[in-house]
């Protein structure tokens, strides 16, 4: 899942670009309105972080400049401000929630996540299935047969796009771009190490194999039964 983060305070846009990434997020970040709404226009977003107050353009008018152009990713507005005139500004303009600074990372993270969901095309989706394996959006957990599995930030990401997308084939520079921001061109090893593991937790010891690498393709996630 990627999200773009705007915010022109270096601290506050480092910390949340490096919490979420932890978090398993692909994240980029603009430190001005201008380079913001660029962004959100030419490359897909499942989410926006918007500070009002900006340089160049501010939050407002990033938000209605990815509404003009009928982007539907949700949007999160950060705020010094705590009046109440401005909360309901960023709500008439699209805004889907607003979070007033300082807030706890924790926080923001839970409101990120709960917003995912929303805008997911599937709403009521808290969890990802095939065959016997369940990947639980809101507790961050999977399990197969019943049995809990323990994943890395990275490995998660990597088994969500493997199940939101079943049954395609995702090839390499895909999988790179969504989990791990990096261009086809970047070592791709990352990857296949990366799937090595996933297949070693939730597939290898299991039955059927879900995993299947597609020769100079890439990789499918389908029960073969
Ligand atoms: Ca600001």
């Known amino acids: 899942m990627k ?33 913001g709404l660029h962004l959100a226009l030419t490359e897909n977003f499942d ?13 407002w008018g990033i938000l209605t400049g990815i509404r003009r152009a009928a982007k539907d990713m949700p949007v999160l507005f950060l705020s010094a401000r705590d009046h109440v005139e401005d909360r309901v500004k960023g709500l008439e303009l699209g805004a889907d929630d607003y979070l007033v600074k300082p807030f706890a990372f924790s926080e923001l993270l839970a409101r990120v996540r709960t917003l995912l969901r929303r805008g997911s095309k599937a709403p009521s989706a808290d969890f990802l299935r095939l065959a016997d394996l369940e990947l639980d959006l809101i507790r961050r957990r999977v399990s197969r047969s019943g049995k809990r599995i323990d994943l890395t930030a990275k490995e998660f990401a990597l088994l969500e796009l493997l199940l939101r997308r079943q049954g395609e084939v995702l090839p390499r520079s895909l999988i790179a771009s969504q989990v791990w921001d990096m261009n086809f061109d970047s070592d791709t090893n990352v990857i296949e190490v990366a799937m090595r593991r996933l297949r070693a937790k939730v597939d290898d010891p299991f039955d059927p194999k879900l995993i299947r690498t597609v020769r100079g393709m890439g990789y499918v996630m389908e029960n073969p039964a």
């Not at 989410?47 to 900006?54: C, G, H, R, S």
């Open 47 to 59: 989410l926006a972080i918007l500070d009002v107050m900006l340089p160049g353009l501010d939050g």
């Open 3 to 35: 999200i773009l983060i705007v915010e022109d305070e270096a601290k506050t846009g480092d910390y949340l670009k490096q919490g979420l990434t932890e978090a398993g997020f692909v994240v980029d970040l603009a430190r001005n309105g201008t380079d």
